[in-house]
């Protein structure tokens, strides 16, 4: 998921996983020695203890997970619990999984490089009107998608998310400047998304480092939740058309919607749970957009099978690779919404049109074998050794928590 989230009520910690702090509210993060990364909070609470040594052996408090539908809420980098906090296949996993994580960047790279490659080849050449099949209106929905994550990411200080993330939005934009030097893309809307993405990157890092006011990071997080809830229906809607008639008024609704449930947000008219609930919707929204990218692409396989063909398995095996990545530290995390869309992106994006790739003699039976194969080893290596550092005798102790918290 390059899927791929809102804003932070209260910070808690994955079952099995165990906190030191001094009170619940604040979760921001400071880069420590990577010794210590996996024992000490990332968080400027830290830097009120004596020393590091104070914070190692301060009593351990038990936090629960969160519940699926508060995975938006940013969780500190955890430290073990009382039965791990000194197992080294514990830590060991845990420097491993936000490794794999990172390495997502270069298969989501690459899926992009071969667009901007063409596009280079095509302006240089002369040939503007190539340009033109370019959608630029989709990918607008996939960079706000990105930029959604990236403001996730970066609250929970994912690091190597946080890259790839920050890749695909950069990617993206060389495309948008690569069509609106080819005036493939009205200059107007360009000029607009550059500022949409020159405000989304530095809001984000200074936020990062601590360095923004947090009404303007309030604002930001409007933004992006009123934008990604009122395109998430809209294209939804647009899939099926001319099934259905062409119409904008599902973004038009969900946009009302979205003003007005972030203006009570603000305004102290909803309860606290309402309030959280306001904060989860931009980080869904953007899973939700990557999750839907899939089902639209069943859709139109479905409708023209002739044209499944062109689908290059290549791509596909990039995008299973890259989504696959994320899977081990989305679980670790119990990260719900980023388990879900990366599992989803996996499973039904890559591996789903490797499938239709298949069905229709696209592809050879060893590659599908060999695709089918590697997946399922690498989700059950995954769920296994989740288990094990956890010390649980099941892995579905690991999918419960994840899902339903404690």
């Not at 794999?100 to 298969?107: H, R, V």
């Not at 946080?162 to 890749?167: A, D, F, H, R, S």
């Not at 294209?235 to 203006?263: L, R």
């Not at 063909?309 to 670790?332: E, H, Q, V």
Request: charged fraction near 10%.
């Amino acid at each position: 998921m390059a899927e791929s989230l809102v804003v932070s009520y209260r910070s808690r910690a994955p079952v099995g996983l165990q906190r030191r702090f001094l009170h619940q509210n604040n979760c921001h993060s400071l880069p420590l020695p990577k010794p210590l990364l996996s024992l000490t909070l990332k968080s400027p609470l830290s830097l009120k203890c004596n020393s590091v040594s104070t914070l190692l052996h301060r009593r351990v408090i038990s936090c629960p997970a969160p519940a699926a539908l508060d995975s938006d809420v940013p969780h500190t980098l955890h430290e073990g619990s009382v039965k791990h906090g000194s197992s080294k296949s514990f830590e060991q996993w845990d420097s491993l999984t936000a490794k794999f994580s990172g390495a997502a960047s270069i298969p989501f790279l690459l899926l992009q490089l071969p667009q901007i490659i063409l596009n280079a080849s095509n302006l240089l050449a002369g040939n503007k009107t190539a340009l033109l099949a370019v959608p630029w209106l989709g990918m607008c929905t996939g960079l706000l998608g990105n930029l959604s994550l990236l403001s996730y990411f970066t609250k929970k200080r994912e690091n190597e998310v946080i890259i790839v993330q920050t890749l695909g939005v950069l990617s993206q934009f060389v495309v948008f400047a690569q069509l609106a030097l080819a005036e493939a893309m009205p200059l107007p809307y360009f000029v607009a998304t550059s500022i949409v993405v020159a405000a989304g990157l530095v809001l984000n890092f200074m936020n990062y480092f601590h360095c923004l006011n947090s009404a303007i990071w309030r604002l930001w997080e409007d933004f992006i939740t009123v934008g990604g809830l009122s395109v998430l229906p809209q294209i939804m809607w647009s899939t099926f058309v001319p099934y259905i008639p062409n119409s904008i008024f599902p973004g038009a609704v969900a946009f009302v919607i979205a003003m007005v449930a972030v203006i009570m947000a603000r305004t102290g008219k909803l309860s606290e749970k309402g309030v959280k609930f306001v904060g989860a919707i931009s980080g869904w929204t953007a899973t939700l957009l990557f999750m839907w990218m899939p089902v639209a692409q069943m859709w139109t396989n479905f409708l023209n099978p002739d044209n499944i063909k062109g689908l290059s398995t290549f791509s596909m095996l990039l995008a299973m690779m890259g989504n696959g990545l994320m899977i081990p530290r989305a679980l670790f995390m119990r990260d719900f919404m980023w388990f879900l869309g990366s599992t989803w992106a996996t499973l039904f994006y890559g591996y789903g049109n490797i499938l239709c790739l298949y069905c229709f003699n696209a592809i050879s039976r060893e590659c599908f074998f060999a695709a089918t194969t590697g997946l399922f080893l690498w989700i059950g290596m995954a769920l296994w050794k989740d288990t094990v550092v956890y010390g649980y005798d099941s892995p579905f102790t690991s999918l419960k928590e994840l899902v339903f918290g404690s």
